[in-house]
């Protein structure tokens, strides 16, 4: 019936992880085949870390929006390694592809996780530009920026 | 809309937030250039998340005889470039391909305006892009990449086999060299500034 079913008899070592990067280790494979197995479609590996959520959630976190870490906001234990990674390349205003691809997540994953850590105030994120579009203003300062390159 | 409507005292400082990120897409068929020139301009090794051609692909992306190219965009390559302290520009090299139409709506949703780039040998191959760009409205210009060693058409002559509006430039550039790469962002810029001055005196 699902698709999924076909990865039922896959050897154990075919279930790569591609992206939950090259450094970090799930804590031990039972943690594993409990997740999958209580999740239908379980095995849909980079959306593990996401509760199986895609896309920017409500926080609207766009390929190109800016993050910026919160300082007064001190890490917390619950963090995930994932969010952890999210929040460390974050020093300095970050864009949302620029964070995945530094710390080698999908872009997709760190637009959920990224939406969660603004929505507990961790994180800060840029507007979008897009509502400027039709600001002659700042397109104007825009030619400007760009022509002093 | 302004940049700073938040409303606050004057003198009082403007409250610490994030810089306005600024989306422009680089579109256009395989080895025409989009990487090259978003690291034409970008103050950054262009990112990515490429990855290696696999055989089932060949004869799919085919970059023509004359290329060396081994590995395609799977994904898209970006660069960064800032402009001043609030505001950062980043410049998205996206797959020309339809068969990574699945990305379109997530690259191109809150792009100010696109590039596309063209071969003059593989004109064909940007026609998915502007496609796209014409069917979401968002301003665009046609750059004609020159590639050394490769017959060359005139502007006009791309402009009437790619067909696009009369308003839209369309540029040479050599994809390589920065002040070029810079001027067609101008291009760009300069259209999207007249449209919205359109559209402001409407």
């Given at each position: ?78 963090w ?8 460390r ?10 964070v ?18 603004v ?25 400007h ?5 | ?22 989306k ?11 990487t ?10 262009p990112?990515?998340?490429?990855a ?28 960064r ?17 339809d ?7 997530d ?6 305006g ?22 979401i ?26 067909n696009v ?8 550039v ?8 810079k001027?067609?962002?101008?291009t ?15």
């Amino acid at each position: 019936m699902s698709g999924y079913d076909d990865y039922e008899d896959e050897p154990q070592e075919s279930f790569g992880r591609p992206f939950l990067g090259r450094e970090i280790r799930l804590e031990s494979e039972e943690r594993f085949h409990n997740t999958a197995d209580d999740t239908p479609g379980g095995h849909n590996r980079p959306y593990l870390i996401t509760g199986g959520r895609t896309g920017g959630g409500a926080a609207n976190i766009g390929i190109e929006t800016l993050l910026i870490y919160e300082r007064q906001v001190q890490p917390d234990r619950t963090w995930s390694t994932e969010m952890m990674m999210i929040v460390r390349a974050c020093d300095r205003p970050v864009a949302c592809a620029e964070v995945a691809a530094r710390i080698g997540l999908p872009i997709g994953v760190v637009q959920v996780l990224a939406g969660d850590l603004v929505a507990a105030g961790v994180l800060q994120q840029s507007a979008s530009s897009a509502s400027l579009a039709d600001d002659v203003a700042f397109i104007e300062r825009l030619i400007h920026g760009v022509s002093a390159l | 809309m302004s940049l700073h409507s938040d409303a606050r005292p004057m003198g009082q400082p403007p409250a610490k937030r994030p810089p306005i990120p600024v989306k422009i897409l680089i579109s256009g068929g395989f080895g025409v250039g989009k990487t090259t020139t978003v690291g034409a301009l970008s103050e950054i090794d262009p990112l990515s998340t490429e990855a290696p051609m696999t055989s089932a692909s060949v004869g799919i992306d085919d970059a023509g005889v004359a290329s060396q190219k081994t590995t395609t965009t799977v994904a898209m390559d970006f660069g960064r470039v800032t402009i001043d302290e609030s505001i950062i520009l980043y410049m998205f090299g996206t797959p020309g391909q339809d068969r990574f139409g699945f990305m379109w709506n997530d690259l191109a949703d809150g792009a100010l305006g696109g590039v596309v780039l063209v071969d003059p040998s593989r004109l064909e191959d940007c026609f998915v892009a502007l496609d796209y760009f014409e069917s979401i409205k968002l301003p665009y210009v046609v750059a004609v990449n020159s590639f050394a060693g490769r017959p060359t058409m005139t502007l006009d002559q791309v402009r009437h086999a790619v067909n696009v509006d009369p308003d839209v430039p369309v540029v040479a550039v050599d994809a390589r060299d920065r002040e070029q790469v810079k001027a067609v962002v101008l291009t760009l810029l300069r259209r999207i500034l007249a449209r919205a001055k359109a559209r402001s005196q409407r």
